[in-house]
């Protein structure tokens, strides 16, 4: 489940080699953007809410440098607590440009806690990262990998994906993604299905969005599997207003209750 709630959306055009070219043009946020949604759970046939989720992106500084600094919290209510406690935080650091800089998440799932952190660095036109978690037990693993492709995480894919351009692909087109947490790389892709329109119960508006899957190759396995479903605004701002998660113990959604602080006109929105 958390695995599925953390992922709104995903990153595109992802071959290029130099850290400047693992950077792209913001056009999408600005600072002081603020995104909330209503966290649902399919239990026994039926929809009950079981928390909420919100982001926030402002500009910063890491390490001296002007950088973004975005931050995802998710939290489950305090009835379903009782069946299955989530308190998770991320946090990530990009360049101007949208090149990662550091990753944070500190869950809490159930009984279990655990931290993971990545360091971004782009030696000899590669993209470099030093991993580290922190188990449930209090053990610090580390470790390093180095990669010729860009690399993203969690959050900053996040980033990114809200700055393609979407109007060159065609319905069914799968996309390289490579993600990586503090254990390992994920081999996983996008596909992009085409358009429709969706009506948020939150803010009760009608947006024409994109809509995507992120797909992943089961370890161990010669199977695909949908992860999630996701409904992204189709205008500049590329806003998740909806996602259908696709879990091993059932299915979850995810819908926009308000958001504040958008960069562009939202010309998705529908009369």
Not at 97 to 126: C, H, I, M, T
């Amino acid at each position: 489940m958390k695995k599925a709630l953390l992922l709104f959306v995903f990153s595109l055009l992802l071959n290029p080699v130099s850290a400047q070219r693992c950077g792209i043009e913001n056009k999408a946020f600005q600072s002081g953007e603020f995104l909330a949604y209503d966290l649902y759970f399919n239990w026994k046939f039926v929809w009950m809410k079981v928390g909420t989720a919100s982001m926030s992106t402002v500009e910063s500084t890491y390490k001296g440098q002007k950088a973004w600094r975005a931050s995802l919290v998710t939290r489950t209510s305090s009835k379903m607590d009782n069946l299955f406690m989530m308190r998770d935080t991320l946090l990530s650091y990009c360049s101007k440009d949208l090149s990662p800089l550091y990753f944070r998440k500190g869950a809490r799932e159930g009984k279990r806690y655990y931290v993971d952190e990545l360091w971004y660095s782009y030696p000899k036109q590669n993209c470099h990262l030093r991993m580290h978690r922190i188990k449930n037990s209090g053990e610090h693993q580390w470790k390093d990998a180095e990669y010729k492709d860009c690399i993203y995480d969690m959050m900053s894919v996040f980033l990114r994906a809200r700055n393609f351009n979407a109007a060159s692909l065609k319905k069914g087109e799968n996309i390289p993604l490579p993600i990586s947490d503090a254990k390992q790389l994920w081999n996983s892709w996008l596909k992009y299905r085409g358009k429709e329109t969706f009506k948020a119960d939150g803010t009760n508006e009608k947006f024409r969005c994109l809509v995507f899957s992120f797909m992943e190759r089961e370890k161990g396995k010669n199977k695909n599997k949908e992860i999630i479903r996701f409904y992204i605004t189709d205008d500049q701002n590329h806003i998740p207003v909806r996602l259908d998660m696709f879990l091993n113990f059932g299915s979850a959604k995810a819908f926009l209750r308000t958001y504040k602080g958008v960069r562009s006109p939202m010309t998705s929105k529908l009369k």
